[in-house]
């Protein structure tokens, strides 16, 4: 509590919360590469091979959306448990998840070759090659291009106006202070977590599982959400450190506060593991043709070296990287191993998506890097963008002494 | 207060706060003492470091207890699996680790927190059944609004008059000598042990019926422990059905159905048959290579070695448990390598293993078109291992036999 008196001062925050000029140089430079990332993609796209621009462009996307994804879902968990440790940390959360109008911008490159009819991602974009497809004609009334569409509108409206309120009405309790906004978003969170997770699933399905539309897996949504959790973290810690670097909340975030970034970090590593398993286990005993299809291209030749890869990048490593309590208390330990899951995390998406590309070899391309690095540009700038004229501190958050006292046992 | 130096256990001191417990432990802490403790009704945030208390080797030892727990499940899954009771589970190898990964699972899981439980309560000498401070009333309070800090004679640095002297000044409600616990007895309460002796009794009935079940035989039907996996509720093959027209359970495929690898129009491949007549050669396209030999070896030692044994001599350990058994009905599986089975056409091996014969199952419908030739394949080099002609020797292996 003294701690908080010296920090906290009347009127004012003995901190720099303030992205001020910091933001419209991030937006420049990020967006910047963005576009420059982007624009090269789609030269090299349309100059070259369509197929593996598209597969490259969904591979990226698919791990942009999950950094998102995952920053709304944590701070709807915040706010549905009230966590006390977390609310000097969750402007920054929130601003990360009100990039949800840019990725919607971002799946345009997706959606409208799917509703002009091209099936070179996804095959029941073509109604007549489903309709000449016996197996798929039950799943037509699912995988169509108007359903889909109206389906992506439903998550992301629904994405965008729920992270746009959560961060909102935050930021009105820096003016008001009102303490009862606290339980109202408590209240709030509680059914958003339940469409927030039939959401993510579905749309976990859409972009990525319907591109094999006659496989199937009911863990499926989970698996993504796994991905998405253990990488926002990740992302979450480097952009707190970059943040102190350049001297913002460079005295209210500790030790303590990476600690338990960490811990998720650990936890969600194992937790990725455990729904990647339980996904692989049932299928491989079952052993029911037109489940082990799916499996069975990645089981051999190159995709079978990524997949063993997988379970010592994705597990293993990173399981026992992070065991230590010291390496979750030191930035520089910690800032490692968040790299390593970014990274990892993508080779997770490249591994779902494409293997529909080439069954045989790994299609590595350079619009693999132009795509994420472009992608990331934009996301960054997007936040960015939402940090211009906001505390990056919910100063009137009824938690924020504690959160600023907080340690662990 | 006036007390024997001889009955002195302690000094305990009172605080009404947190805050003052947290400072009053810094002084302590600085001024070097080891052997003293605190009480609070609830965890403080930051007292270990006001105390001084350092990290323990608990993490350590609980990995060291998830790293036996996997090996231990490592081992158990391939003793009982892979060496003591191979039993064949939906066609999987004996030992295949993906099976295996819940078990491994589960017994990491349950030594590291075992060992967190257990390791905690040795770390912290745990569990103490009584203690001086039990008799203190004012002590009852910890479980309340009382915060205690409490320094032990036996430490080094202990002193009445120096020690007294360093609590007063942190601030306490008061500081109060604790006698030596005279009044407990040193050996355990009698209710305890009694009632340890009578579980560790009980414990043993089980492991006794069990030691009666393997000794004895019995003529009452054995105990179903679950009934509803015993009796299921379900529809069997050729029981009736009410639920459909014609009465039957089984359902005949929809008129004109084929399956993925059926090719109905190529008898040859399919029935091992032409007009009627088994073949003599296997189907055009069949490529007998290293592959397909492969291929037939692995569905042979899964399918038919349980019964017909790894080398076709009919001793599979379905066989041999019979034969143990003794059960009168039972007929042994044919060995292969029999001169009638090494003259049967091709066909007709493929047709025993597609539809069976005398007690033998059919197969068709767990070993596809393509694997059931390459059983054949399989089934014919074992055949000729068995009766080589002495023209396939080389001379170094002639020359062993001489």
Same mark, same amino acid.
């Given at each position: 509590?003294?701690?908080?008196?010296?920090?906290?001062?009347?009127?004012?925050?003995?901190?720099?919360?303030?992205?001020?000029?910091?933001?419209?140089?991030?937006?420049?430079?990020?967006?910047?590469?963005?576009?420059?990332?982007?624009?090269?993609?789609?030269?090299?796209?349309?100059?070259?091979?369509?197929?593996?621009?598209?597969?490259?462009?969904?591979?990226?996307?698919?791990?942009?959306?999950?950094?998102?994804?995952?920053?709304?879902?944590?701070?709807?968990?915040?706010?549905?448990?009230?966590?006390?440790?977390?609310?000097?940390?969750?402007?920054?959360?929130?601003?990360?998840?009100?990039?949800?109008?840019?990725?919607?911008?971002?799946?345009?490159?997706?959606?409208?070759?799917?509703?002009?009819?091209?099936?070179?991602?996804?095959?029941?974009?073509?109604?007549?090659?489903?309709?000449?497809?016996?197996?798929?004609?039950?799943?037509?009334?699912?995988?169509?291009?108007?359903?889909?569409?109206?389906?992506?509108?439903?998550?992301?409206?629904?994405?965008?106006?729920?992270?746009?309120?959560?961060?909102?009405?935050?930021?009105?309790?820096?003016?008001?202070?009102?303490?009862?906004?606290?339980?109202?978003?408590?209240?709030?969170?509680?059914?958003?977590?339940?469409?927030?997770?039939?959401?993510?699933?579905?749309?976990?399905?859409?972009?990525?599982?319907?591109?094999?539309?006659?496989?199937?897996?009911?863990?499926?949504?989970?698996?993504?959400?796994?991905?998405?959790?253990?990488?926002?973290?990740?992302?979450?810690?480097?952009?707190?450190?970059?943040?102190?670097?350049?001297?913002?909340?460079?005295?209210?975030?500790?030790?303590?506060?990476?600690?338990?970034?960490?811990?998720?970090?650990?936890?969600?590593?194992?937790?990725?593991?455990?729904?990647?398993?339980?996904?692989?286990?049932?299928?491989?005993?079952?052993?029911?043709?037109?489940?082990?299809?799916?499996?069975?291209?990645?089981?051999?030749?190159?995709?079978?070296?990524?997949?063993?890869?997988?379970?010592?990048?994705?597990?293993?490593?990173?399981?026992?990287?992070?065991?230590?309590?010291?390496?979750?208390?030191?930035?520089?330990?910690?800032?490692?191993?968040?790299?390593?899951?970014?990274?990892?995390?993508?080779?997770?998406?490249?591994?779902?998506?494409?293997?529909?590309?080439?069954?045989?070899?790994?299609?590595?391309?350079?619009?693999?890097?132009?795509?994420?690095?472009?992608?990331?540009?934009?996301?960054?700038?997007?936040?960015?963008?939402?940090?211009?004229?906001?505390?990056?501190?919910?100063?009137?958050?009824?938690?924020?002494?504690?959160?600023?006292?907080?340690?662990?046992? | 207060?006036?007390?024997?130096?001889?009955?002195?256990?302690?000094?305990?001191?009172?605080?009404?706060?947190?805050?003052?417990?947290?400072?009053?432990?810094?002084?302590?802490?600085?001024?070097?003492?080891?052997?003293?403790?605190?009480?609070?009704?609830?965890?403080?945030?930051?007292?270990?470091?006001?105390?001084?208390?350092?990290?323990?080797?608990?993490?350590? $030892?609980?990995?060291?207890? %998830?790293?036996?727990? #996997? +090996?231990?499940?490592?081992? @158990?899954?391939?003793? =009982?699996?892979? &060496?003591?009771?191979?039993?064949?589970?939906?066609?999987?190898?004996?030992?295949?680790?993906?099976?295996?990964?819940?078990?491994?699972?589960?017994?990491?899981?349950?030594?590291?927190?075992?060992?967190?439980?257990?390791?905690?309560?040795?770390?912290?000498?745990?569990?103490?059944?009584?203690?001086?401070?039990?008799?203190?009333?004012?002590?009852?309070?910890?479980?309340?609004?009382?915060?205690?800090?409490? $320094?032990?004679?036996?430490? %080094?640095?202990?002193? #009445? +008059?120096?020690?007294?002297? @360093?609590?007063?000044? =942190?601030?306490? &409600?008061?500081?109060?000598?604790?006698?030596?616990?005279?009044?407990?007895?040193?050996?355990?309460?009698?209710?305890?042990?009694?009632?340890?002796?009578?579980?560790?009794?009980?414990?043993?009935?089980?492991?006794?019926?069990?030691?009666?079940?393997?000794?004895?035989?019995?003529?009452?039907?054995?105990?179903?422990?679950?009934?509803?996996?015993?009796?299921?509720?379900?529809?069997?093959?050729?029981?009736?059905?009410?639920?459909?027209?014609?009465?039957?359970?089984?359902?005949?495929?929809?008129?004109?159905?084929?399956?993925?690898?059926?090719?109905?129009?190529?008898?040859?491949?399919?029935?091992?048959?032409?007009?009627?007549?088994?073949?003599?050669?296997?189907?055009?396209?069949?490529?007998?290579?290293?592959?397909?030999?492969?291929?037939?070896?692995?569905?042979?030692?899964?399918?038919?070695?349980?019964?017909?044994?790894?080398?076709?001599?009919?001793?599979?350990?379905?066989?041999?448990?019979?034969?143990?058994?003794?059960?009168?009905?039972?007929?042994?599986?044919?060995?292969?390598?029999?001169?009638?089975?090494?003259?049967?056409?091709?066909?007709?091996?493929?047709?025993?293993?597609?539809?069976?014969?005398?007690?033998?199952?059919?197969?068709?419908?767990?070993?596809?078109?393509?694997?059931?030739?390459?059983?054949?394949?399989?089934?014919?080099?074992?055949?000729?291992?068995?009766?080589?002609?002495?023209?396939?020797?080389?001379?170094?292996?002639?020359?062993?036999?001489?």
């Amino acid at each position: 509590m003294a701690k908080t008196k010296e920090t906290a001062k009347e009127g004012g925050f003995g901190d720099n919360i303030r992205m001020d000029g910091l933001a419209s140089k991030l937006m420049g430079i990020a967006g910047g590469i963005g576009v420059i990332g982007l624009g090269a993609s789609f030269g090299l796209g349309y100059t070259s091979d369509k197929s593996q621009f598209m597969h490259s462009y969904l591979t990226a996307y698919a791990w942009i959306l999950s950094i998102g994804l995952g920053a709304l879902w944590w701070v709807v968990l915040q706010h549905l448990v009230n966590a006390k440790w977390s609310t000097v940390v969750r402007r920054v959360g929130e601003l990360l998840a009100s990039t949800m109008p840019m990725l919607a911008l971002l799946s345009l490159p997706i959606v409208i070759p799917a509703l002009m009819g091209d099936s070179t991602l996804y095959i029941w974009a073509d109604s007549q090659k489903m309709h000449a497809d016996h197996l798929l004609h039950k799943k037509a009334a699912f995988l169509n291009r108007d359903f889909f569409v109206v389906r992506l509108v439903i998550y992301f409206v629904f994405w965008g106006v729920l992270s746009r309120y959560l961060l909102s009405k935050s930021v009105e309790q820096d003016k008001t202070g009102a303490p009862e906004i606290r339980s109202k978003l408590q209240g709030l969170c509680a059914p958003s977590m339940i469409l927030l997770a039939l959401t993510l699933t579905f749309a976990a399905i859409d972009f990525v599982m319907t591109l094999e539309p006659k496989w199937y897996s009911t863990i499926f949504g989970v698996y993504y959400f796994a991905g998405a959790v253990v990488s926002f973290h990740s992302f979450f810690a480097l952009a707190l450190m970059w943040l102190q670097k350049n001297g913002r909340l460079a005295k209210s975030v500790t030790s303590e506060h990476y600690h338990d970034i960490g811990k998720m970090m650990f936890a969600f590593t194992a937790f990725w593991a455990y729904i990647a398993f339980s996904q692989f286990m049932l299928i491989w005993y079952a052993n029911i043709p037109e489940e082990t299809e799916w499996y069975h291209v990645r089981a051999h030749g190159a995709w079978g070296t990524v997949s063993y890869l997988m379970v010592a990048v994705n597990f293993l490593i990173p399981f026992f990287g992070l065991l230590s309590r010291h390496v979750k208390r030191n930035r520089m330990a910690l800032g490692f191993w968040a790299v390593w899951i970014l990274v990892v995390h993508w080779l997770d998406m490249f591994w779902l998506v494409k293997p529909h590309m080439h069954t045989e070899h790994l299609p590595f391309s350079i619009l693999d890097v132009t795509c994420t690095v472009g992608m990331l540009g934009l996301f960054i700038a997007a936040a960015a963008f939402a940090s211009q004229k906001v505390n990056l501190v919910p100063i009137k958050d009824p938690r924020l002494e504690k959160s600023l006292a907080f340690e662990n046992f | 207060m006036s007390h024997h130096d001889d009955d002195l256990h302690g000094l305990l001191a009172e605080y009404e706060t947190p805050s003052a417990l947290v400072a009053a432990c810094k002084k302590v802490r600085d001024a070097g003492y080891a052997k003293w403790d605190t009480f609070t009704p609830f965890p403080i945030h930051g007292i270990e470091k006001a105390m001084g208390i350092r990290m323990t080797g608990l993490p350590w $030892i609980v990995l060291a207890a %998830a790293l036996v727990g #996997l +090996a231990s499940a490592v081992g @158990l899954q391939w003793w =009982t699996n892979a &060496v003591d009771y191979k039993f064949i589970s939906s066609g999987k190898p004996m030992w295949s680790i993906p099976a295996n990964v819940p078990v491994y699972f589960e017994l990491t899981v349950l030594f590291s927190a075992f060992a967190a439980l257990f390791g905690m309560l040795i770390l912290n000498n745990l569990p103490q059944p009584s203690h001086p401070l039990d008799h203190l009333q004012a002590f009852g309070r910890v479980t309340d609004d009382r915060f205690f800090l409490y $320094i032990e004679k036996g430490d %080094a640095k202990f002193d #009445l +008059a120096e020690t007294q002297r @360093l609590l007063d000044g =942190t601030h306490p &409600v008061t500081v109060d000598a604790v006698n030596e616990d005279r009044r407990t007895s040193d050996q355990l309460p009698k209710p305890l042990v009694l009632t340890a002796a009578v579980i560790a009794v009980l414990a043993l009935v089980p492991f006794a019926f069990i030691a009666k079940a393997r000794a004895t035989k019995t003529d009452k039907p054995k105990i179903h422990a679950m009934g509803d996996m015993d009796w299921q509720i379900k529809f069997q093959a050729q029981q009736p059905n009410p639920l459909f027209q014609d009465g039957m359970a089984m359902r005949a495929p929809e008129p004109g159905t084929v399956a993925l690898d059926e090719h109905p129009d190529d008898e040859h491949l399919t029935a091992g048959k032409v007009d009627g007549q088994f073949v003599r050669t296997f189907p055009a396209g069949f490529k007998v290579d290293e592959a397909t030999m492969a291929r037939g070896k692995e569905r042979y030692q899964i399918f038919c070695a349980p019964c017909h044994g790894v080398s076709g001599n009919g001793d599979g350990p379905v066989a041999q448990r019979a034969m143990t058994l003794a059960e009168g009905t039972w007929v042994p599986p044919t060995a292969l390598g029999q001169d009638y089975l090494r003259q049967m056409a091709v066909g007709q091996l493929y047709d025993v293993v597609t539809n069976g014969v005398r007690n033998m199952p059919a197969y068709g419908s767990q070993i596809a078109v393509d694997d059931r030739w390459a059983v054949v394949l399989y089934l014919r080099a074992l055949q000729k291992a068995k009766a080589a002609p002495v023209g396939d020797l080389t001379d170094a292996e002639r020359a062993a036999l001489k």
